[in-house]
């Protein structure tokens, strides 16, 4: 089972914001980091992909510079797990 820990959304300028988050497997009642998850991000209101990025060895990922007003899905992919997406 795959879960994102912390989310958020922070503003770096007035029309840009900064995602980040860290991604955990669930295996047998114990969470461990999720490392080398491919984390892509994607604008839905203008059917627009935008950046991607890697997990590091503690899970963690982070994008800078997303566009504030959009519509965005997170895809989450990775050996050993099915892929997610989450609004």
């Not at 989310?7 to 114990?30: C, H, M, R």
């Amino acid at each position: 089972a795959l879960s994102v820990l912390t989310f958020g959304a922070s503003p770096l300028f007035a029309q840009y914001a900064s995602i980040s988050g860290v991604v955990t497997l669930e295996k047998d009642g114990q969470k461990t980091p999720a490392t080398g998850v491919l984390v892509e991000v994607f604008r839905t209101d203008i059917n627009a992909s935008g950046p991607k990025d890697t997990t590091d060895k503690n899970g963690r990922f982070a994008f800078a510079g997303v566009q504030l007003g959009g519509t965005y899905v997170l895809s989450f992919s990775g050996p050993g797990m099915s892929p997610t997406f989450l609004p």
